[in-house]
């Protein structure tokens, strides 16, 4: 069987990511494409869709359309949960791009409503395909690292402000690098910690640089009357088994330690990071050590190399979850939780204040 799908938002994320790594893999084909900007969809399809796929400029009458089996969601921020929660409304199941919303409301009715439908719902964490974050995973599944108890979250850039599109729109976005990059890295460490249990957040968040004029960017300087959302924020998560995650996030910040998507676990048994290449460190006979880990390309089961795009591999493992009636890798209820944790950082820097999940 092979899945119909439909693209809902055919912009830089849909045509980076989505568009090109479902093109990639058998389970799928893409039948219809829906864009606000005409001109976006019918580019969609001549580039990506089968010779009669669709074009819409409203979503709603796409998803009247019984043949389509999967929505993938790659719209600004602000409308995830409506448009997710009406695909599967529509008997669609959904993979929504990261963050899973704009708040934790939004985000509790797209997990009810994937309850209520039975359709399967996912959240474009790629990252998690990473060759380092699937090895990182399996030596913590495998409690290598023992109980970890302190780790760090990594989403620093110098200068990188994505000056196109809502980047800069607070009320489109729900936030700048924290809800965009941010959330990656908090996805990696809560994935490999497996600890989905937050007690307490602290949290601030900056707007120092992104009122700079004729500012150094990667993409050009920006308007800094557009620049609604924080340049940087960071958070001091505590959980209820009393482990503790520091988490960073900047767009520009004036740092030469720049990681993006990246996490450091520090365990009973030993610690990890992914600077330079995925490094385990600890202690055996007496000595401490450092192991760098070497992840070579290609592989007997991606012998022509597109097995080794993380996008790749998410869009794959997604539709085959449906196709098998499997879990997808990313479930709801775990995006749901870096939602909640990335709004509390954002609560706690508008009120001083500590956020509590538990009395």
């Known amino acids: 069987m092979t899945l119909k799908i439909g693209i ?17 893999v058998e389970e799928g084909e893409m039948v219809a494409f829906c864009d606000i900007i005409e001109e976006r969809a019918l580019k969609a399809k001549e580039e990506f869709g089968t010779g009669d796929a669709k074009v819409y400029t ?15 969601v790659c719209t600004p921020n602000s409308s995830h949960s409506v448009i997710s929660i009406a695909a599967m409304e529509a008997d669609k199941h959904v993979m929504c791009e990261k963050p899973m919303a704009k708040t934790t409301a939004e ?20 990252n998690r395909f990473r060759k380092d974050s699937s090895y990182l ?5 495998n409690n290598e690292l023992g109980d970890i108890y302190y780790a760090k979250a990594h989403a620093i850039r110098r200068r990188a402000v994505p000056t196109w599109g ?24 809560l994935w490999m910690m497996d600890n989905y249990k ?44 009393g482990a503790t995650i520091a988490l960073e996030a900047s767009w520009a910040l004036n740092s ?6 990246q996490t450091t676990l520090c365990g009973t048994e030993g610690g990890a990071d992914m600077q330079d290449g995925l490094r ?55 995006a749901l939780v870096v939602t909640q944790i990335l709004e509390a950082i954002y609560q706690s820097s508008q009120t001083g204040e500590p956020v509590f999940f538990t009395k």
């Open 8 to 24: 809902i938002g055919c912009g830089g994320i849909a045509n980076g990511k989505h568009m090109p790594s479902l093109k990639a």
């Open 58 to 72: 409203d979503y709603k009458e796409m998803l009247k359309d019984p043949t389509i089996d999967v929505i993938h």
């Open 107 to 126: 985000a509790e009715a797209m997990l009810e409503a994937a309850k209520k439908t039975g359709k399967k719902l996912t959240i474009g964490y790629q």
């Open 137 to 141: 995973h399996t030596v913590c599944e």
């Open 166 to 189: 809502v980047f800069l729109d607070e009320e489109a976005q729900g936030g700048g690098p924290l809800i965009d990059i941010g959330t990656h890295a908090l996805d990696l460490t």
């Open 198 to 241: 937050p007690k307490y957040v602290v949290g601030n968040s900056y707007h120092k640089l992104s009122q700079k004029e004729n500012a150094a960017n990667a993409w050009g300087p920006w308007d800094p009357t557009k620049f609604t959302v924080e340049d940087s924020a960071f958070g001091f998560i505590t959980m209820e088994n």
């Open 256 to 261: 030469l330690d720049v990681r993006e998507a």
């Open 280 to 334: 385990i460190n600890g202690e055996a006979h007496g000595q401490m050590y450092t192991k760098k880990i070497e992840l070579e390309a290609g592989g007997v089961d991606f012998y022509d190399g597109a097995g080794d795009d993380p996008a790749v591999l998410e869009a794959r493992q997604w539709l085959q979850a449906i196709l098998n009636d499997t879990e997808p890798v990313v479930k709801p209820e775990q």
